[in-house]
């Protein structure tokens, strides 16, 4: 479900009738963006019913916010007119220019929320003291423990010069409805982007995230001579097709050589030996290769939708860091250290054969790839079946 990503997803997708393996990742791949585009524009609907008369007829039981009703009505709807006067000595005042109090309620959210930055000093219009806490963060957090025990004498400070007659602005209620889509639609973004970003980049062409995250001098699709999205049977084909052609030959040039580097590269982006190994890597930098070691037995013994889901969460994270070393790579003109380091590593494991067991390795998605410590066959063609 998530386009022409090697099939490592959460869930295994059936194959569709009638369909080959590239146009079914064709519509698989439009279907994630059409998911993708869905959800930004319910997150806008729900924002635009936040913000306008909609979303606020539909709260305005709890959170009286629409302003129907007149504290002189008694419950009644009130009639379209001229605005109701209230006399305060001998001039007549409209009731929407009378001074609303302050909550004490809205006063505690704000400084539990941003009280280091001074939001309940604004919302109380203590504007100096607002200014002088974000400058000094609040004293550096020492004030933000007196202004705790101290927010009842602002906010009565605050209310000094408002009338009697009028209420609370009802801040706080409108605060409790209208924060949760707020943040539901924000959070929404911020996964909606860090998933979907590298991925349409890639099909909008203006990246190749599977040649960045692949380490190969083309997109690993091109480099087997399939479509690109084609499906692991077919790649794993063409890839044994290819390794087949380049291990016939009497005698191996330097040509030849680096076909086999390639052609590794490509393996390990199809099954993940690769961007997995870098992210156990980074992980466990700092911590010796002992914890990178533990780190993949953990995730060999845990159950096989866990893996798939790590699988796919890797891929992800794989996916950025290639989105960054590509932009690294065209602003400063130099080669990536992490896709040097890859090469490095793969000419060893080539010079030294450490390469061994089956390069059909089943997808992440299925329960046959416990196993992660063992190599497979590569460019000594070492117990393959090739």
């Known amino acids: 479900p998530f386009g022409s990503r090697p099939p490592y997803s959460p869930t295994p997708v059936a194959p569709m009738a009638g369909l080959s393996g590239a146009q079914e990742a064709e519509l698989n791949e439009l279907s994630e963006d059409v998911m993708g585009f869905l959800l930004v524009v319910v997150g806008l609907v729900l924002s635009c019913f936040c913000c306008r008369g909609v979303y606020r007829r539909c709260c305005c039981c709890c959170c009286g916010c629409c302003g129907r009703r007149s504290p002189e009505s008694n419950g009644e709807k009130e009639e379209p007119g001229p605005p109701k006067v209230r006399y305060t000595g001998k001039e007549p005042v409209a009731v ?13 959210a704000l400084w539990l929320c941003s009280g280091i930055y001074g939001g309940h000093h604004f919302y109380l219009e203590r504007l100096v003291h607002g200014f002088l806490t974000v400058w000094s963060l609040n004293f550096l957090s020492i004030g933000w423990f007196i202004d705790g025990l101290l927010i009842p004498v602002y906010v009565n400070a605050a209310n000094r010069f408002a009338p009697d007659q009028v209420s609370s602005d009802g801040s706080c209620r409108r605060l409790c409805c209208r924060l949760p889509s707020v943040l539901g639609l924000w959070l929404g973004a911020m996964i909606t982007f860090f998933i979907f970003t590298p991925r349409v980049l890639h099909n909008v062409g ?22 690109r999205g084609a ?53 466990g930098r700092g911590e010796g290769p002992s914890r990178t070691r533990s780190s993949r037995r953990e995730r060999g013994r845990a159950p096989g939708g866990e893996r798939a889901w790590d699988d796919w969460t890797d891929f992800v994270n794989a996916e950025w860091r290639g989105l960054t070393d590509l932009m690294r790579e065209r602003t400063s003109g130099e080669e990536p250290e992490r896709r040097e380091r890859r090469r490095r590593r793969q000419g060893r494991a080539g010079g030294e054969g450490e390469r061994g067991g089956s390069a059909t390795t089943a997808p992440p998605s299925s329960a046959k790839k416990s196993k992660r410590g063992k190599r497979r066959t590569g460019s000594q063609g070492k117990g393959s079946d090739l």
């Not at 599977?210 to 190969?216: E, L, R, S, Y």
């Not at 050589?257 to 980074?282: I, N, P, S, T």
Request: hydrophobic share 30%.
């Open 231 to 283: 499906s692991h049977e077919e790649a794993m084909a063409a890839y044994r097709e290819q390794m087949r052609r380049v291990l016939s030959g009497p005698v191996c040039s330097s040509k030849c050589e680096e076909e086999k580097k390639q052609l590794d590269l490509v393996l390990d982006f199809l099954d993940g030996a690769g961007w997995k190994r870098e992210d156990e890597e980074e992980e």
């Open 206 to 227: 203006v990246v190749d995230i599977d040649q960045a995250v692949a380490g190969t001098e083309r997109n690993p699709y091109d480099t087997l001579g399939v479509p």
């Open 96 to 108: 929407a220019h009378l001074r609303h109090r302050k909550e004490l309620s809205t006063a505690y």
